[in-house]
């Protein structure tokens, strides 16, 4: 497969631009870099998937034949058979009324004339990929890894040769991001051709093949994934590679030794448990957060890390044991940030509207947000726009500033960053941690990023061992 003179635009101003790129079977090739550089438009371009109001001009060859990427109904014929997409959240684009079996055997080319045999061939590709539990359930009761699995059973059941994978680890712990890499080398060793999206470095070493690296719609290095990923030539690139959270030389980064403490601690759990759908979570569990302690809630998905959060929080109550919390923690002083920033603010609200009320409620000097916008280094308009209109990492900044507010003396921080590219969750990271120190408050930080975990907090509490999934299907079926 070939994709020549890829031009992808909006109006004048030009999104995407590759010259020509070749993909061969049996060899992956990934593409890294920041969000808003391109990534997911050029798969989708040769998917013909572009939003309406997006423009692609160039060409596709593949098995002798040409496209022409301006037309985007031309290949809409290859879906299934030919080329399929991994989405980026399974769990958003799987049918939340619908069981496994079902959702897989629709993708498969005989569905329309023997359904029968559509639903076995999916029952069969379930089990091999350990998921014949699984055939019956719904995706509510399923891990973000199963879900990415049966995602995956959905989209090279119909026999496609080129598989696109766009962001497919986003949000998963390091064992569902292994099988997952595990699932993408089957379909390149089954001599297909295989397309991924990724920020995750760790995953595009192990796919290996070549990695291309994207910047402002251009690709500005290319090669094999061992040269690229270890010897960078581009300043980009390196750039990249330094924002992993194991190579963080920021003053903040911890030592693993635990910050000076006096007086009670902040927060303090005694015979914690806690359940769901017959799943038990934790139990006989004893917490202690100290003033101006980091610790971090470790552990793979499903196995309780904001559940624990939320009840020592006293936003969820245990079903067994007893929470305290210290004076300094009233009035305001006890805050969480969110996975979704989103989540922080009204959505129909202009930022500043929200900011202004949060002052007057708590009678803030107005000076102090104008102070803070600007040690994160964001401009006073942005508050003039709605949460919708600011990128990822900006509104995570914006959630910073408004917890950092109410001077804090515990911040709760639930998977901040996830869902954010390398480079920005290094500058999220960097924005956070430096009020943290100047205001001196605790931290609890929930994260499946070991290496992050490290960097950033000075222990961590570890929940549980990863759950079969066997026994997860049969806990809420």
């Not at 202690?288 to 793979?300: D, F, K, W, Y």
Request: with cysteine; glycine share 10%; hydrophobic share 40%.
């Amino acid at each position: 497969m070939r994709l020549n003179n890829l031009v992808v635009a909006h109006g004048q101003t030009t999104l995407v631009e590759a010259a020509a790129l070749d993909f061969v079977p049996g060899h992956p090739v990934t593409i890294v870099g920041e969000s808003g550089s391109g990534k997911s438009l050029l798969a989708h371009a040769i998917m013909g998937t572009l939003p309406a109001n997006l423009k692609a001009r160039g060409s596709l060859s593949m098995n002798g034949q040409t496209y022409d990427l301006a037309e985007a109904g031309n290949r809409r014929k290859l879906w299934g058979p030919v080329m399929s997409l991994l989405p980026q959240e399974p769990m958003l684009a799987l049918d939340p009324t619908m069981r496994s079996r079902e959702q897989v055997a629709e993708a498969a080319a005989n569905f329309r004339t023997d359904k029968g045999s559509a639903r076995d061939a999916a029952a069969t590709l379930l089990a091999a990929l350990g998921l014949a539990r699984a055939t019956n359930a719904f995706p509510h009761v399923l891990s973000g890894g199963m879900a990415q699995r049966v995602a995956f059973a959905a989209a090279t059941i119909g026999g496609a040769q080129v598989l696109i994978a766009d962001e497919p680890s986003k949000g998963l712990d390091e064992h569902a991001r292994r099988d997952l890499s595990a699932l993408l080398t089957r379909h390149v060793n089954g001599g297909g051709i295989l397309l991924t999206i990724t920020h995750d470095l760790e995953l595009a070493r192990e796919l290996g093949g070549d990695v291309l690296v994207m910047q402002n719609s251009h690709i500005i290095e290319q090669g094999p994934a061992t040269e690229v990923l270890t010897e960078p030539s581009h300043p980009y690139t390196r750039r990249l590679l330094a924002a992993e959270p194991s190579n963080w030389r920021h003053s903040w980064v911890t030592a693993r030794t635990p910050a000076a403490t006096t007086g009670t601690a902040l927060i303090r759990g005694e015979g914690l448990a806690k359940a769901f759908g017959g799943q038990q979570l934790f139990s006989g569990l004893d917490v202690a957060i100290n003033p101006q302690e980091r610790v971090s809630l470790s552990g793979p998905s499903g196995s309780g890390k904001t559940t624990l959060g939320n009840v020592l929080l006293r936003l969820l109550a245990p079903d067994a044991g007893k929470i305290q919390h210290a004076e300094a923690l009233q009035g305001g002083r006890l805050q969480k940030l969110y996975q979704d920033p989103a989540l922080a603010f009204p959505a129909r609200v202009p930022l500043e509207d929200s900011f202004g009320d949060l002052t007057r409620r708590h009678r803030l000097n107005p000076g102090r947000l104008e102070e803070l916008m600007d040690s994160l280094r964001l401009a006073p308009a942005l508050l003039a726009r709605t949460p919708g209109q600011v990128s990822g990492g900006e509104l995570q900044r914006l959630a910073i500033i408004r917890s950092m507010l109410l001077e804090p003396a515990l911040v709760f921080a639930d998977e901040p960053t996830s869902r954010l590219d390398l480079i920005t969750q290094e500058e999220t990271m960097t924005c956070l941690m430096e009020q943290v120190e100047r205001e001196g408050c605790a931290l609890v930080l929930v994260t499946h990023d070991s290496s992050l975990a490290s960097a950033v907090t000075h222990r961590s509490i570890a929940l549980g061992t990863r759950q079969k999934d066997a026994e997860r299907i049969k806990a809420f079926t």
